[in-house]
């Protein structure tokens, strides 16, 4: 591939991202953040033609995010958020090994470090719809070990809680700037799925708060590398194809501002 067409590393983050609602069928996407709606416009323009967008107000859009295709009054989406028709890709301020994710403070609650956005609907999302995760900075901070206040609710918690609260609670993948992420381990815990091209497997040890198992084996990452796999044998993100890659770059994205937020 010559270098006026290799593709970066935000347009692997695309990809992922767009991956997380394949399969999907007819659901409502709510991406949140550039990549992550990237993601979701090309699925629905390639693999996912089912699925629905929205304005973020009261429209249905296409996956050019102007033409509009039907009305969608907030009594129908709050309908579609509980019946669990809609597949959501947030952010998170903090991450742990169970899914548990914060967007409203650092440090204790009551006299806390820094302010954020408070839990908003991240609650209700998790326990009613599938929840994805798009992290552009893959860092210790971000994926610590446990998080100091729980917006979004994760897989020990969701269980801990009982039927009511893990009967629809559903976590396909989180996304970082390394690599892509599930919990289809037996404890639901967290494991990598792909790293990205140039990503090492020490790379995401370092850059990460806790132990990730590896696909397919049931040792962890974060181990010293008890598991006998080598880095090399870490699953790579797939290659967007020669269409993909068009889309990205002269439709949906001409402007290149994905590189700005994940830089090569």
Known sequence: MSAATAVTRAEYCVIACAEAWRGDGEVLASPMG?????????????????????DGEAMLVGPD?????????????????????????MGASQIDRYGNQNISCIGDWQRPARQLLGVRGAPVNTLNNPVSYWIPRHSPRVFVERVDMVSGVG????????????????????????????????????RIVSLHPGVTLAQVREATGFPLA??????????GGSSGRGSGEVPVTREPTAAELR??????DPRGAREREVPA
């Open 247 to 252: 889309l990205i770059r002269e439709e949906l």
């Open 34 to 54: 550039l990549i992550p709606s990237l993601g979701a416009r090309l699925a629905r323009r390639t693999f996912s033609p089912d699925l629905l967008m929205t």
């Open 155 to 190: 897989y020990d918690r969701a269980a801990a809680a009982g039927p009511s609260a893990s009967r629809f609670h559903r976590i396909p993948r989180v996304v970082s700037n390394l690599g892509v992420f599930d919990f289809a381990t037996a404890d639901r815990s967290m």
């Open 214 to 223: 590896l696909t397919g084996v049931g040792d962890h990452a974060g181990d």
């Open 65 to 89: 995010g102007t033409t509009v295709e039907g009305w969608l009054p907030y009594r129908r989406h709050l309908a579609m958020v509980t019946g669990g028709r809609r597949h959501v890709m």
